[in-house]
C-alpha cells in the first residue's frame, strides 16, 4: 500500500495574479516531477457577489470577512486531503466571472498528492491549520498601491493591514518571500 501523504500547500498574498502565478510555477514543477498535483485557487471559492458586496463595492472588512468561502475551501480541500480525509477534492466552488455555482464532480487525491492552494489570508487562525506549509508573499504598501488593479486596491489593500495586524501572516508562514517585484524574489531569513 502506498503510503505517501498528501500535502497542502498555501499561497498567501494580497496580489492574486501574483500568488496565481507562483502557485502555476509551483504546481507545473511538480507535475514535472510526477507528483500528483491539487491545484485550487481562492478565487473559485469566493461567495456570492450579493454576500460579498451586501457593505458596498469599496468595503475593506467586507473583502477579510465575507469574499472567501473558506469554510467550504477547508471542507472541499483542506480537509478533505488531510490524512483522514476523503483523499477527493473540489476544484472551484464558483465561477467568479458569472457569479454562479459551479457543477464539478471532486477528483481523486491519491497518495502523494500535493495540493496547491493560492490566494489571499491564508494564513488566517480559521484556514492556516489546514495547511503543511504556508508560503507567504510580503508586499510593501507602495508596492501594493503599484501593483494591485485599480478597481480593486482601495478595498484589497485596506482588507491586506487588517490582515496584517490580526492574523500577522509572516510569523506563522514557513517560508516569507518578499515580493515588491516578482521577477526579483527575495527569501527573508526566518
Avoid at 471542507?75 to 488531510?82: F, H, I, K, S, T
Avoid at 472551484?92 to 457569479?99: G, K, Q, V, Y
Wanted: proline fraction near 9%; charged fraction near 35%; avoid cysteine.
Amino acid at each position: 500500500m502506498d503510503e505517501r501523504p498528501r500535502l497542502r500547500l498555501a499561497v498567501d498574498g494580497p496580489v492574486q495574479a501574483d500568488t496565481a502565478r507562483l502557485a502555476d510555477v509551483v504546481a507545473g514543477s511538480l507535475s514535472d516531477l510526477a507528483v500528483p498535483v491539487a491545484r485550487v485557487s481562492t478565487r473559485d471559492f469566493l461567495r456570492g457577489r450579493s454576500v460579498r458586496l451586501e457593505y458596498g463595492h469599496d468595503d475593506p472588512d467586507s473583502v477579510y470577512d465575507l469574499y472567501y468561502d473558506f469554510p467550504a475551501l477547508r471542507r472541499e480541500v483542506l480537509d478533505a486531503l488531510a490524512p483522514d480525509g476523503r483523499h477527493t477534492w473540489l476544484p472551484r466552488l464558483r465561477d467568479p466571472e458569472t457569479d454562479r455555482s459551479v457543477r464539478v464532480s471532486p477528483e481523486p487525491a491519491p497518495p502523494g498528492t500535493v495540493a496547491v492552494v493560492d490566494g489571499r489570508f491564508l494564513a488566517r487562525d480559521d484556514v492556516r491549520d489546514g495547511f503543511d506549509l504556508i508560503v507567504h508573499l510580503d508586499v510593501s504598501e507602495g508596492a501594493l498601491g503599484r501593483r494591485l488593479p485599480a478597481d480593486e486596491a482601495k478595498r484589497t489593500s485596506g482588507a491586506w493591514a487588517r490582515y496584517l495586524t490580526e492574523d500577522a501572516p509572516a510569523e506563522y508562514a514557513d517560508l516569507v518571500v518578499r515580493f515588491d517585484h516578482p521577477d526579483r524574489p527575495a527569501l527573508k531569513p526566518g
